[in-house]
């Protein structure tokens, strides 16, 4: 069993930074893959970004490409979303997700076993 805790969202500014943490504890996050999800209220849950476990390949939804960074430090068991250029659009609880599997990583909900409870993220002037 794992447990993700998520945190470092808050409001900013459009055109600000943030960078999101996904601790996790239960097992060592070196062989599952980590997605990072959203959901603004309204919308269904929509995949933003994922690494795997081999490999770190990774993949980014259209909308945060060229804005957004995946990262994962298996040594202190934490994954990372850096969101860079934010917009009023990305504003969203915003999920950590993994499942134990190489490679390569889900961009679908349905992808992942363990989620955390969300971070809030708000881009507002």
């Known amino acids: 069993q794992v447990q993700l805790v998520e945190s470092g969202g808050g409001l900013v500014q459009p055109g600000g930074s943030l960078r999101l943490s996904c601790a996790a504890s239960g097992d060592t996050l070196d062989y599952y893959a980590i997605g990072w999800f959203r959901q603004a209220p309204g919308k269904e849950r929509e995949g933003v970004s994922c690494i795997s476990a081999s490999k770190g390949s990774t993949y980014y939804a259209d909308s945060v490409k060229g804005r957004f960074t995946i990262s994962r430090d298996n040594a202190n068991n934490t994954a990372y979303l850096q969101m860079n250029s934010l917009k009023p659009e990305d504003t969203a609880v915003y999920h950590c997700?993994?499942?134990?599997?190489?490679?390569?990583?889900?961009?679908?909900?349905?992808?992942?076993?363990?989620w955390g409870q969300g971070t809030q993220v708000t881009v507002s002037s």
């Open positions: 997700a993994t499942a134990r599997v190489g490679w390569p990583c889900g961009s679908k909900p349905n992808d992942y076993d363990y």
